[in-house]
């Protein structure tokens, strides 16, 4: 007897995708370890910036995914495309520094819980998750890959969970979510600029965008919008959708990793975290170790999501840029350099580890290569997604477009303040 799928099943699926993962990808391990060390600093003080980066990065996701499915390429294919070659190589140039260095970081935190949790070097794990990532990536078929990715998005709720089991004064953490105390030292500033780089981050662009041209190659029924625009009104409505419930997910797991930091470690004056493996032993003597074990979970489960991504989007704009087959849909052989770059930028990340590098300068600089390659990517895609010869009609309606020049300009003030505070 065949089982059928619920019609509210059935559209949640339908709706639910890029988006999601891109939202759930945002909350990689060096993430998690930015949202520690500032919920250790400063108790519940820095939570509403979760609450005022939400608009900012949804509008910016939401622009990236439109041009994905409205030209059929994503964001590097659409600037070799349009713009001249120098800056298409300088932005992916700098893209896949940050992507590497953030792959390293992100497989060295995954390392280093495990070793936490049952013994043995860490080093070694972190080679373990690193080809376990891109063999799936790379070997597995993309449905059941992207269902795999989906259902890996369930780990974020471990910082839910950790919440709910330990005791936080609810009334004052919304108090100062809503009502922001703000301050004007150097450290105060610092941790915003952190926090802000740390979820706007540009692979998340690259990634939402040419994964929405990856499901228009996939779907034979769909089209770029430019040439079916009769397909816009539901593919738009359902990328509305998918992104805003990403972008939730992605900062309220944010926040829930801020509070519970705030409520344990920062409670009891433990103030100076680096890693979030750190944040995790931490917790252990604290909030006990059933709050240890599920903050150290969450951080394999998400590191298990953000590396693909992260690999994944260096794969599409290279690929993009230098014309090469790509996409997850196809089989190896059909697209060996796409393949061979995300196996690259993962391998590279591997040996980031081994590099002498104190963890705290290389989630800095993370954060900072963020921040900088954010800027000029967002320029950009605002740039294309306001022009005609790039959308057709499907150009950014004027709400969505002012948001996105909002975040923009933010982003570009981040990006100062970074280069200025260090």
């Known amino acids: 007897m065949t089982s059928r799928r619920s019609p509210i099943a059935t559209k949640i699926v ?29 108790g519940f003080g820095l939570g509403w910036v979760m609450l005022f980066s939400f608009p900012l990065m949804t509008a910016i996701q939401e622009t990236s995914a439109r041009i994905g499915r409205a030209t059929g390429e994503g964001i590097a294919g659409n600037i070799r495309r349009h713009y001249p070659v120098w800056l298409l190589q300088i932005i992916v140039g700098l893209l896949l520094i940050a992507n590497i260095i ?25 080679v373990f998750f690193g080809a376990l990532c891109a063999g799936l990536q790379i070997f597995t078929d993309y449905k059941s890959y992207v269902s795999f990715l989906k259902w890996i998005t369930i780990s974020l709720f471990a910082y839910v969970a950790t919440a709910l089991v330990i005791d936080i004064p609810w009334r004052e ?28 981050s540009p692979y998340l662009f690259f990634w939402q965008s040419s994964q929405e041209a990856e499901e228009v190659r996939e ?37 829930f990793i801020i509070v ?10 433990v103030k ?8 995790a032993e931490a917790l252990r003597p604290i909030a006990g170790p059933f ?7 969450g951080i394999v489960g998400t590191g298990m999501l953000a590396v693909p991504v992260l690999a994944g989007s260096a794969g599409y704009a290279l690929a993009e840029a230098l014309r090469w087959p790509a996409g ?95």
């Open 219 to 255: 779907d034979p029924m769909a089209k770029p919008l430019k040439r079916a625009p009769r397909q816009a009104p539901a593919e738009l409505r359902r990328i509305r959708i998918d992104t805003y419930l990403g972008m939730f997910m992605s900062n309220a797991i944010g926040w």
């Open 260 to 269: 519970s930091v705030a409520a344990t470690l920062n409670a009891h004056g």
């Open 272 to 279: 100076d975290i680096q890693t979030a493996s750190q944040a």
């Open 102 to 126: 953030n792959l390293g970081a992100d497989l060295g935190a995954m390392g280093s819980v495990v070793t936490m949790l049952v013994g043995g070097p860490a080093l070694l794990y972190a």
């Open 14 to 42: 339908r709706v639910l995708g890029p988006g999601l993962l891109t939202g759930a990808a945002d909350d990689d391990p060096s993430g998690i370890a930015t949202y520690s060390q500032v919920g250790a600093q400063f």
């Open 328 to 422: 997850l849909a196809r089989k190896p052989r059909a697209a060996k350099a796409f393949y061979g770059a995300i196996a690259l930028a993962t391998g590279f990340g591997v040996i980031f580890n081994l590099l002498p590098i104190d963890p705290i300068k290389a989630l800095f600089w993370t954060a900072v290569l963020n921040g900088i390659v954010a800027v000029p990517i967002m320029v950009m895609t605002m740039l294309m997604a306001g022009q005609e010869k790039v959308m057709g009609r499907f150009v950014l309606p004027r709400p969505l477009a002012t948001m996105g020049w909002i975040a923009t300009t933010v982003m570009c003030a981040v990006a100062v303040a970074l280069i200025v505070t260090w």
């Open 173 to 200: 953490v919304m108090l100062r979510t809503l009502i922001p105390s703000l301050q004007f030292e150097t450290k105060y500033i610092v941790a915003i600029v952190a926090v802000l780089g740390t979820t706007i």
């Open 291 to 297: 709050a240890f074990v599920l903050f150290a979970l």
